[in-house]
């Protein structure tokens, strides 16, 4: 008899990660462990804007599980766990690299110069393919110029926002052309063998919405932006999927197993 695997690609900041870190969050961080301890075929995928150093960095901190896929750097990067660690899926690099146009990220920075209330992110947050950019305020009033200037340096880069709402400023993201972390989480899909059914993307800002109207199965962490979770509303009934979103009551980690246990995951 064949064994059901399931795959659970999760954001992991402002969705495993609390943004604050009080004794509650921090219980739910670890019932969810434990949960996930219980299911034996459940693998494994932390999806985030962070660089792998930082990304492993960051769950050590929470005493989350080593995943079986890190995809970093806002889907710009995958790396496969290996006897020797993580090591980049070659396969994938070489995809980001077309993607990209034969661009770097430093080609990118110089493209966009200088803006008043723009600001690169700290050199750590920066990407092969990925140029990384804090805005003051809600990052949409940065879109149109920066893609103006991008426009005319013939730059093939997509913008993905999103907003902190705990410090209060925006985050830009620019990536190649039609790759965000949707396109990662199809990678992953296509190279797991794991059937859509039971595959689940969990998440809470602007930068998993692409993913999040994938098709897949999805859970909106309680705490997600109150914009955000109306756009997924509307958008994901005009697509016909909206019974594939679970809106979750509760913030964090909890949110996260209130979904795994919506969609019969977990118990």
């Known amino acids: 008899m064949s064994i059901t695997r399931y ?3 999760s954001d992991l900041d402002g969705t495993l990660i609390p943004l604050e870190r009080s004794a509650q969050h921090l219980r739910d961080v670890a019932e969810l462990v434990t949960a996930f301890a219980t299911s034996a075929n459940l693998v494994l995928a932390y999806v985030t804007g962070r660089h792998l150093s930082l990304a492993q960095e960051g769950i050590s901190e929470l005493g989350l599980p080593s995943p079986d896929w890190f995809v970093c750097d806002v889907g710009t990067s995958v790396y496969r766990k290996t006897n ?5 899926d070659e396969a994938y690099r070489e995809a ?5 146009g034969g661009l770097s990220g430093r080609d990118v920075r110089a493209a966009i110069g200088a803006i008043e209330g723009l600001e690169l992110q700290e050199e750590q947050k920066q990407g092969e393919f990925k140029v990384s950019y804090y805005t003051a305020g809600r990052p949409e009033a940065f879109e149109a110029t920066v893609q103006s200037r991008l426009d005319e340096a013939k730059a093939k880069v997509k913008l993905v926002s999103s907003y902190d709402p705990v410090a209060k400023r925006g985050l830009l993201d620019l990536l190649p052309a039609g790759v965000a972390k949707d396109f990662a989480v199809r990678y992953l899909h296509d190279h797991t063998g794991i059937d859509e059914e039971h595959l689940i993307y969990a998440g809470d800002s602007g930068n998993d919405r692409a993913a999040m109207l994938t098709g897949y199965r999805v859970i909106v962490v309680g705490n997600a932006d109150a914009a ?28 996260v197993l209130e979904g795994l246990r919506h969609f019969g995951l977990l118990k």
């Open 7 to 9: 795959l659970l690609a």
């Open 84 to 88: 020797r660690g993580y090591e980049p």
């Open 96 to 100: 980001m690299r077309n993607a990209f």
């Open 228 to 255: 955000l979770k109306r756009d997924l509303a509307a958008e994901s009934m005009a697509r016909g999927i909206d019974e594939r979103l679970y809106f979750a009551t509760h913030p964090y980690a909890r949110g």
